[in-house]
């Protein structure tokens, strides 16, 4: 086996062996997924350029858990600060008819700041595009599936919205009543909605923050540690304190090396 195979074996293991049932939870399964430094940060400072610290045997790991899941959720921070495309462009196979997938990207935007020159949109509209005009080669290309963006009723530009549904965009609107949107009712419509059977929660830090406070919600935590300290940043955590009580810790707990980085994986429990 090589080593995309190896990795795509370790996680069906991990997904085969998980109690999860579809048909009796009102979410999708879910997959709280980061890669941070050694000491703790999963970002340089807000407003610089991405980091990388996974090494390319992780990132090859990331790329194939997208492959898995149905859809890949962020907050619109990290939208933001790094552009990510969140597709499986290190899979072999991808963009030449291979047996992957794209997983469908979901963004925490209550305001709907979601930039209309980021690369998820513009990869949506060159993919349709090839796709409409049988340009040479579409039918090889690896799916890419139109962002669906959650909003919070009254607090985002409908112009704006009116602008990304014609381009296909799903918007949802929520009743928001405090800040940040109810993460439960986001999963519910994911399931009920979209048929979204799974979701990998990639991040950032507040997304992060939000599933551990509601950690009932995760099935699986997989975290990369990088061999790297960088000394300040953003961590996993995001800023302020946490009452310990309100976190969960890991149960049937697995760790295993990809080149220089640890991969911890775990199931998060409150007992
Ligand atoms: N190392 C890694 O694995 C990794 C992965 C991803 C990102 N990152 C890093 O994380 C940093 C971004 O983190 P961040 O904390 O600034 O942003 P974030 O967690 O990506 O997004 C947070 C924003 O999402 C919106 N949101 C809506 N509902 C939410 C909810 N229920 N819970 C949390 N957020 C909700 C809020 O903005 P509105 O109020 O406008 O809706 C909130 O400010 C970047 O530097 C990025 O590089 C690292």
Known sequence: MNQE???????EEIYNNSNFNFDKSPYPEVTLTYAQTLDGFISGMPNTPPLLISGKESMLMTHCLRNKNDAI?????????????????????FNNGGDVRNPQPVILDTKLRFPL????????????LNVEQKIN??????????????????LYDLKKAKILKDYGIKINEIKCNGSQLDISKVLEILKSTYNIRNVMVEGGA???????????????????IGP???GNGVKAL???????????????????????DIIVIGKPTMS
Request: hydrophobic share 40%; proline share 4%.
């Open 206 to 224: 507040q997304v992060i923050r939000s599933f551990l406070m509601n950690s009932q919600i995760i099935q699986h935590i997989i975290i990369t």
């Open 137 to 154: 080669g579409y039918e090889k290309l690896t799916e890419i599936k139109p962002p669906i963006i959650f909003v919070a009723e009254g």
């Open 73 to 93: 959720m962020i907050g619109i921070g990290t939208l933001l600060n790094d552009n990510p495309q969140l597709n499986v462009r290190q899979l072999s196979g």
């Open 5 to 11: 195979e190896k990795i795509k074996y370790l996680l």
């Open 228 to 230: 790297l300290y960088i």
């Open 117 to 128: 020159n980021c690369k998820l949109l513009n990869n949506y509209k060159e993919y349709k």
């Open 238 to 260: 995001g800023f302020g304190d946490i009452e310990k009580n309100s976190l969960p810790h890991l149960e049937h707990v697995q760790s295993l090396t990809l080149g220089q």
